[in-house]
Antibody, heavy 125, light 107 residues
Framework: QVQLVESGGGLVKPGGSLRLSCAAS????????ITWVRQAPGKGLEWISH????????YYADSVKGRFTISRDNAKNSLSLLMHSLTAEDTAVYYC??????????????????WGKGTTVTVSS | DIQMTQSPSSLSASVGDRVTITCRAS??????LNWYQQKPGTAPKLLIY???GLHRGVPSRFSGSGSGTDFTLTISSLQPEDFATYYC?????????FGPGTKVDIK
């Protein structure tokens, strides 16, 4: 079935680095943009990055720009998020989600219709 | 960046109640507005896209409306499985910001 599975979370010290992965199955991965969304403990959802289907365009929230890098390997149906200079504020559950476009009239509408279960990142000394 | 607000931040309701949640964008986003439901410990689920489009498999008691800056999610008759937190999200321009959420719990 259509599925996204995150991995790579864990405990990391402040200033450290971590790479998260997202494995896709059940759909043509190379047809879709993919996003990362995070949720700090007890807080709301924060969109942090997305990457175009070809991997040629990437977007970042200001909170992670310059520290996080999103990439994808369409041959392996996988997505990565490389995180550097981590702080306590990066502690969160990290979700990858498929960004689907629907054409209504002349316009494209994007929404996140498939989500992974999330992987937890804890930044603490 | 486009800022999203929601009201109320929480509400208590009973099974069978009609529930309305409001979302407001800091600038016009046409109808580039999605709604998600999240239950504790689980990933969000898409309910509504493009302000009023019902995602497949979502019960018809959920509906969305609005355009420009003001949007509404309505649950026509609240069911036990609807107690959750609801988020709006704009997809007009990056970053695709979320609202802060509205928690719906049992009265």
């Amino acid at each position: 079935q259509v599925q996204l599975v995150e991995s790579g979370g864990g405990l990391v010290k402040p200033g450290g680095s971590l790479r998260l992965s997202c494995a896709a199955s059940g759909f043509t991965f190379s047809d879709y943009y993919i996003t990362w969304v995070r949720q700090a403990p007890g807080k709301g959802l924060e969109w942090i990055s997305h990457i175009s289907n070809s991997g040629g365009d990437m977007y970042y929230a200001d909170s992670v720009k310059g520290r996080f890098t999103i990439s994808r390997d369409n041959a392996k149906n996988s997505l990565s998020l490389l995180m550097h200079s981590l702080t306590a504020e990066d502690t969160a559950v990290y979700y990858c989600a498929r960004l689907t476009a629907v054409v209504l009239g002349l316009f494209d509408y994007y929404y996140m219709d498939v989500w992974g279960k999330g992987t937890t990142v804890t930044v603490s000394s | 960046d486009i800022q999203m607000t929601q009201s109320p931040s929480s509400l208590s309701a009973s099974v069978g109640d009609r529930v309305t949640i409001t979302c407001r964008a800091s600038q016009s986003i046409s109808n580039y507005l999605n709604w998600y439901q999240q239950k504790p410990g689980t990933a969000p689920k898409l309910l509504i896209y493009a302000a009023s489009g019902l995602h497949r498999g979502v019960p018809s008691r959920f509906s969305g409306s609005g355009s420009g800056t003001d949007f509404t999610l309505t649950i026509s008759s609240l069911q036990p499985e609807d107690f959750a937190t609801y988020y709006c999200q704009q997809s007009d321009s990056s970053p695709f910001t979320f609202g802060p959420g509205t928690k719906v719990d049992i009265k």
